[in-house]
């Protein structure tokens, strides 16, 4: 299984709303990462999880909540979000975090 | 502080013609990415480049990496419709804590 997988892959909430994204490798990859990209932008580094431990926060506000439960899932919570994180998350997942990494097919987050 | 830069970030171009997208980084880096990505879908892999002087080809594409100059070309051969996207180069190094750096994004359009 050579593929990273998210879902949903359509989100739609309301500003009140408490929902999570899930994301999923079998490729043994032991660095996984949630990224947000806006239209006609380079994808943003939110969190970098290096071995099931959290190594990189890059400042997100704390209605963003990630989780690794093991290995291969990553989540990320989210909370009382705000119009503006409307956008679409990435997962990603690399052998190390100095290698390549391999995205999953986003999520369409719509925040109302 | 590693820096990534793309040039052009916008490219419109008839099919069969030639053309080079630029990379330049900012400092050292020995590993440069190139990722293609469709209008509303995720990031693909095309090249990981590893070593000065790596050439790659995968089709009418071509990448390669100049450590000395801190420069990496993608060079498209004879286009065709279906390689309008928007690349993004992206490096890494220990001094951006091995996290992505990506460019702007060439948003590549290809006309019959």
């Known amino acids: 299984d050579t593929e990273v997988t998210q879902t949903p892959k359509h989100l739609v909430m309301g500003m009140t709303n408490k929902k999570s994204l899930k994301c999923e490798q079998h490729m043994g990859h032991r660095a996984m990462y949630w990224y947000k990209q806006k239209a006609k932008k380079p994808p943003e580094l939110m969190f970098v999880?290096?071995?099931?431990?959290?190594?990189i926060n890059e400042s997100v506000p704390s209605r963003f909540s990630p989780e690794c439960p093991n290995s291969s899932l990553l989540n990320l919570h989210l909370h009382a979000l705000q119009p503006e994180d409307s956008a679409l998350y990435l997962c990603?997942?690399?052998?190390?975090?100095?290698?390549?990494?391999?995205f999953g097919p986003g999520t369409r987050l719509t925040v109302l | 502080e590693l820096k990534v830069e793309q040039n052009p970030l916008f490219l419109s171009m008839q099919e069969g013609k030639n053309y080079t997208i630029y990379c330049n980084y900012s400092?050292?880096?020995?590993?440069l990415y190139w990722y293609r990505q469709d209008p509303g879908k995720s990031l693909e892999s095309l090249f990981v480049l590893l070593s000065n002087g790596a050439v790659k080809q995968e089709g009418r594409l071509m990448a390669s990496l100049d450590t000395k100059a801190r420069l990496s070309t993608l060079h498209i051969t004879a286009a065709v419709h279906d390689l309008s996207a928007t690349y993004f180069c992206?490096?890494?190094?220990?001094?951006?804590?091995?996290?992505?750096?990506w460019g702007a994004g060439t948003k590549l359009i290809i006309k019959p």
């Open positions: 990603a997942s690399s052998q190390g975090v100095y290698n390549e990494q391999f």
């Open positions: 999880y290096s071995y099931e431990k959290l190594s």
């Open positions: 400092t050292t880096s020995d590993r």
């Open positions: 992206a490096s890494i190094a220990p001094d951006s804590n091995y996290q992505l750096i």
